[in-house]
């Protein structure tokens, strides 16, 4: 059984969220702001404050000087809150790796100590203590990205984007758009790396215009947060790439052996944890073979027409590795 000592060791070295750090970069930048406008703002007032009534301009003077200040402080503390929620994501995460490591190893060998139950009501409680660490860091971290996609209110005499959703004949509108690029699918089937990642919500947003598209994100992103509930993450798996001419036969209808080099997923943890899940649990099963079955269909609409870099890159997205895991253990490689 792991100790607490191997609770902090990651792939990479120890994580220790206890170590000490200098002031964040945030509030110095925030300081510096709010020094900053406190001076232009009271050097203007002062020196063009103009006449005015006393009691009006006192009010307005405070808004000014004073309201700018106190809104880069709360932009300051979000930021902040975002950072401490991620330092904690990252110690849990140790952790469940930790004690899943030593809970197989234990499942294994066949030994039964009388910790082992221990080790998986902590498991449990870890998993639980990190979805709700999760959750509050996406309401944190995502409003900005909402804020930013809502779209300008039309201008006086515009028609309503509703005024727009049926063309002459019947028509659907989305029948007229342009096919959606090749680099926005795959953009969009590895999801935004950060909330701060511009380009993939830009891309993503315009992905789910695109209705195959839209569904096989969907049903990419359901099996994404069930395996995730399991401390399976797509980031952490480091499969074996394919070749090219292997998709292409996958494409092309091909299964079987064949096209088994597809599952390059090889971690052994993963694989024996997803096919437990997938035993046991009725509504993963169904996402996982919903989600298969869209993929399958996605990539023989998009290897005729993209090109070989274009397929590697399709490869290496979060979504085809959650592809090559579920294939293995739901036997489509074999």
């Keep these: ?21 200098g002031p964040a970069a945030v509030d110095i930048t925030a300081l510096l702001l709010s020094v900053l406008w406190l001076l ?17 301009r006192f009010v307005l003077t405070v808004m000014v000087v004073f309201l700018p200040v106190a809104m880069i402080w709360v932009a300051a503390s979000t930021m902040r809150a975002a950072r ?27 030994r039964t100590e009388p910790q082992g139950g221990n080790i998986a009501r902590k498991l449990d409680e870890l998993v639980a203590s990190q979805r709700k660490t999760e959750a509050t860091l996406a309401m944190i971290t995502s409003q900005r990205a909402v804020d930013s996609a809502v779209p300008a ?26 096919p959606l690029p090749n680099s926005d699918l795959i953009r969009a089937l590895n999801f935004p790396e950060t909330a701060e990642d511009a ?40 499969p074996d790439l394919a070749r090219t001419e292997i998709w292409r036969a996958f494409a092309a209808g091909t299964r079987g052996r064949e096209i088994a080099a597809l599952g390059g997923v090889r971690d052994r943890a993963s ?20 989600f298969l079955r869209l993929f ?15 397929l590697s890159e399709l490869a290496n997205t979060r979504s085809s590795r959650a592809f090559m895991l579920l294939g293995r253990v739901a036997g489509t490689f074999d």
């Design 40 to 56: 232009l703002s009271g050097a203007f007032f002062l020196l063009y404050g103009g006449e005015g009534v006393d009691g009006l």
């Design 84 to 110: 401490v929620m991620r330092d904690e994501s990252a110690r849990l995460h140790a952790a469940i790796d930790a004690i899943r490591a030593a809970y197989l190893t234990q499942a294994q060998t066949g």
């Design 199 to 238: 380009e993939g919500f830009a891309a993503l947003r315009r992905a789910l215009k695109d209705r195959p598209a839209a569904q096989l994100i969907q049903a990419a992103q359901d099996v994404l947060t069930l395996l995730s509930q399991d401390g399976i993450y797509m980031d952490d798996l480091r």
């Design 296 to 310: 399958d269909r996605a990539v023989a609409r998009f290897a005729p027409e993209a090109s070989d870099a274009e």
């Design 1 to 21: 059984m792991a100790d607490s000592n191997d609770l902090r060791k990651t792939p990479i070295g120890i994580y220790d969220p206890a170590e000490k750090r």
């Design 153 to 178: 209110a039309p201008a006086p005499g515009q028609p309503q984007p509703e005024d727009q959703a049926t063309l002459s004949l019947g028509t659907p509108a989305d029948a007229l758009q342009p």
């Design 271 to 290: 694989l024996a944890l997803t096919a437990g899940r997938m035993k046991q649990d009725p509504i993963f099963r169904d996402a996982a073979h919903h």
